[in-house]
């Protein structure tokens, strides 16, 4: 496929269709209520790596009962054709250690799921899972008050080695002792290039006039933020307040003048597929999705830069399988076995070696550019920087005051 590494192809045989977006599915409403949750239960953490434990972790026993609870987003492991309840990869895992997996799709909104489990979690009582994936802004508050435990990387030499070089040694989780990615994805943006032309800079964007009235932008603060950030030479892994201040000017100017038509969730996907909209900043998974539909659906990775996201595996602190759960996930750090799993899910894989695995039963497919980004792309990607509670309220509330949220 000779394609610049800016147009990312979308088309290629092996994707799966149509499925809920993980990262279409959060609210900025939503993360704004969750972290004044977690600020309100009075533990008090040090940094983004982890701060004081909320209480204590149970005794470990795991060499006893060999089992784990594990809750994940919907559509976030292979399923056997026919059988949805079947996962391949997991049963492999089982028989391979033993360890018998109990696994719920039940995490369909973070604060939703912070819900279920606050008040069991905040007082220590035990929330029934040893596993939880949360969206990486959500994940970080999760860890810096104190509710996760801290990962054994002596345990777990699959992770150590194989996590992807673009994942290491972020601002969210700087030793990389904390979270482990599951999934990735990219936010830029996306194009209906049968009503206009590519989109290739957030300038264009926000200021090319056949776009006026035809453009919307993420209701989602780090992303939209991220590549505002991108936009003004400023990097959305490392800024200061001004930066962010400049950045939000910018899309004020683009806002006030009618050419953003508005802020959305995944919203935007039904307006982006019938043309009503022409190009918006968009998630890679709801673009993969609309591209099975129509190939002329495309995501483009700008050329100031995408913005990087994960959601990431943490354990519990109440969990008395950290164990189990840290065997499961260096499993799936196995390139061979990520390599089945993005078949399977089509977003943007952690591993690194799973797109030369994956070139072994799909060559073509391990070409995505959505899942295995190529160098020249990985370069401009950035992590939105992990946010003390200060600034996530000063920050937030900025943006949902141009929002209109």
Known sequence: MNKSPDSLPTDFPGMR??????????????????????????????SSNGGSPACAAPADTSATQKTINFSNWPGYLDEQPGNAEIHPTMAEFTAKSGVKVSYVADVNDNNEFWGKISAQLTSCQSIDRDLMVLSDSTAVRVVRQGYTQPLDLTKMPNFVKNLHPMLRGSDVDPQ?????????????????????????????????PDLK??????TEMPDTMGLMLHSIGKSAAKFTDDDYDNALAKLQKAVQSGHVRKFTGNDYVQDLATGDIAACMAWSGDVIQLNVQDPKVKFISPDEGAVLYSDES???????????????????????????LSAFVNYV??????????AKFNPKLAQNELIFPTPETQ????????????????????FQTLAGA
């Not at 009235?213 to 993420?218: D, E, Q």
Request: overall charge positive; charged content about 20%; some cysteine.
């Open 379 to 398: 370069k401009k990607l950035q992590i939105f920087m992990s946010l003390t509670e200060a600034q996530e309220k000063s920050y937030q509330s900025k």
């Open 176 to 208: 990389n002792n904390r979270m482990v990615p599951w999934q990735s994805g990219l936010v830029g943006i996306g194009v209906n290039t049968n009503v206009t032309g590519e989109v290739h800079t957030i300038d264009e964007l926000l200021t090319r």
């Open 17 to 46: 269709s149509a499925r809920p977006s993980r990262r279409g599915l959060l609210r900025a409403g939503g993360l704004i209520a969750a972290a004044g949750a977690l600020a309100a239960c009075g533990t008090k953490g040090s």
């Open 213 to 218: 009235g035809r453009v919307v932008c993420l």
């Open 314 to 340: 943490l354990i519990p602190v109440t969990s008395p399988h950290a164990d189990n759960a840290m065997a499961l996930l260096d499993f799936y750090y196995d390139p061979a076995i990520a390599a089945r």
């Open 349 to 358: 894989c952690p591993v690194a070696g799973a797109q030369e695995e994956m």
